[in-house]
T-cell receptor, first 114, second 109 residues
């Protein structure tokens, strides 16, 4: 089974802090994704990566950056956290060229910015 | 713009059948996924449809009509553990995944 592990289930930070969310997958997947999930909204894509050191902006990249130094690890960075970034953050991975291959998700990090 | 519509919440009785609808308007279509997400947990893959028709997988079935921009997830013999949110997601012409907001399904004894 694919395992996607996010470093924290719950995290509380203060406005203006730099926040790092880590994600590791163990199935040698090329694609990795960061989403945020808010009540009443669908999953919204922040950034994705299809290879080491490659990154692409998703629908809502403002206020975020990412890092993919190794294939198995994809980090999301909040450069200067703000209260409107309080949300559930989900990491996912999938095989490249994957029309019918699903994305596999981590358990999520519930981030609160005070 | 791109849009996926699902009912916000549905209620059903244990042992019954429920149908969760999903309608989509996207720039192109390359497949549709259904995921299940229990509260506080990760979404997990249920089904994938790319051709018209019904795909059956145990108690769960998923239907697709590309001409109508419509899919449904059918859950039979409902169990309490089926209480969860069900997410519909469409792959558009750029191979990006567009997500619906999800349908919260409440199962009552």
């Amino acid at each position: 089974d694919v395992k996607v592990t996010q470093s924290s289930r719950y995290l509380v930070k203060r406005t203006g802090e730099k926040v790092f969310l880590e994600c590791v997958q163990d199935m040698d997947h090329e694609n990795m994704f960061w989403y945020r999930q808010d009540p009443g909204l669908g999953l919204r894509l922040i950034y994705f990566s299809y290879d080491v050191k490659m990154k692409e902006k998703g629908d809502i990249p403002e206020g975020y950056s990412v890092s993919r130094e190794k294939k198995e690890r994809f980090s999301l960075i909040l450069e200067s956290a703000s209260t409107n970034q309080t949300s559930m953050y989900l990491c996912a991975s999938s095989l490249l060229n994957t029309n019918n291959q699903p994305q596999h998700f981590g358990d999520g990090t519930r981030l609160s910015i005070l | 713009g791109q849009n996926i519509d699902q009912p916000t919440e549905m209620t059903a009785t244990e042992g019954a059948i429920v149908q969760i609808n999903c309608t989509y308007q996207t720039s192109g279509f390359n497949g549709l996924f259904w995921y299940q997400q229990h509260a506080g947990e990760a979404p997990t893959f249920l089904s994938y449809n790319v051709l018209d028709g019904l795909e059956e997988k145990g108690r769960f079935s998923s239907f697709l009509s590309r001409s109508k921009g419509y899919s449904y997830l059918l859950l039979k013999e409902l169990q309490m553990k089926d209480s969860a949110s069900y997410l519909c997601a469409v792959i558009d012409s750029n191979y990006q995944l567009i997500w619906g907001a999800g349908t919260k399904l409440i199962i009552k004894p």
